[in-house]
């Protein structure tokens, strides 16, 4: 089946997994993009599957292979929900091949900045510990409001809970929340976070940016960023109760760097949210 003219073909990596099935079936419900190929780490058992019947589409002859490097040349863009190491060596690729590179990889390090500017230098990168608008929305009203409520007052406990099968903690969803709170009040999250309590802790430290993890069931995503004061809590919440919010967050992010110079965005930057 040839693609419509001038329609962005997008590869999607880890093809198998629950949010690359999400990503398929999302880019056949959205004009303007087509699927270009589909990619699983060597020895899945998912290697040779057509990936429209694995997504529940029915049969759409791209089978999904493990040699990402052919088909990044051939496509435009690349959706990468995948794991930290695997998110390098695509870059390198997407880098080589000069396309559009989306990653809703967590679990990255900082040492992994690096790599990606250097990756960014050709490529188009757009990285954000979540796609979906309401995060980023919300991620800009908890930077307005961790700034207009003054530290020594007031408190920040960011609470994520997520299904049984998320293997890193926090979440980057609940990462990019710190980030914002603590941009708000002009600090930096890896001096101020508390990620574990346990036994006779003493006093809450002042200025500190909590994190609480909860795992179990199916639960997608639902985050909560508390600012605790004397008498009074301010709440800012964020559900999400599908995949594809995530997914239609990619390809928007995908569409939008398309026609951007090389370089390392966020969601911010694709919303139209930066600065704000």
């Known amino acids: 089946m040839s693609a419509p003219k001038g329609s962005m073909g997008l590869v999607v990596v880890g093809a198998g997994g629950r949010m690359g099935q999400a990503l398929i079936r999302t880019i056949a419900g959205i004009e303007g993009v087509h699927l270009a190929g589909a990619i699983e780490r060597p020895g899945s058992d998912m290697l040779g599957r057509d990936c429209g019947e694995l997504a529940g589409l029915g049969a759409n002859e791209i089978l999904i292979t493990d040699d990402a490097l052919p088909a990044f040349a051939r496509a435009e863009g690349v959706l990468d929900f995948t794991a930290p190491a695997a998110t390098l060596e695509f870059a390198e690729l997407a880098a080589q091949a000069r396309i559009v590179h989306v990653i809703g990889t967590t ?10 500017e250097a990756a960014s230098r050709h490529a188009r990168i757009v990285k954000s510990g979540n796609m979906s ?7 800009v009203l908890v930077r307005q409001a961790a700034k207009a409520l003054d530290a020594a007052d007031w408190d920040i406990e960011v609470l994520e809970m997520h299904h049984r099968h998320k293997v890193d903690a926090p979440s980057g969803t609940a990462l990019l929340l710190g980030e914002a709170a603590a941009e708000g009040r002009d600090i930096a999250l890896d001096q101020h976070s508390v990620r574990v309590r346990d036994g006779h802790t003493g006093a809450r430290p002042d200025g500190a940016i909590g994190f609480a993890t909860l795992r179990g069931g199916s639960v997608v995503g639902e985050h909560s960023v508390l600012l605790a004061g004397e008498g009074e809590t301010v709440e800012l919440t964020h559900r999400a109760t599908d995949r594809s919010i995530f997914a239609r967050g990619a390809v928007r992010a995908a569409l939008w760097a398309r026609h951007q110079k090389p370089g390392y965005y966020s969601m911010l930057d694709v919303l139209g949210l930066a600065g704000h």
């Not at 679990?107 to 990606?116: D, K």
């Open 107 to 116: 679990g990255m390090e900082p040492s992994h900045e690096a790599p990606l």
């Open 133 to 139: 608008l309401g995060v980023n929305l919300l991620s």
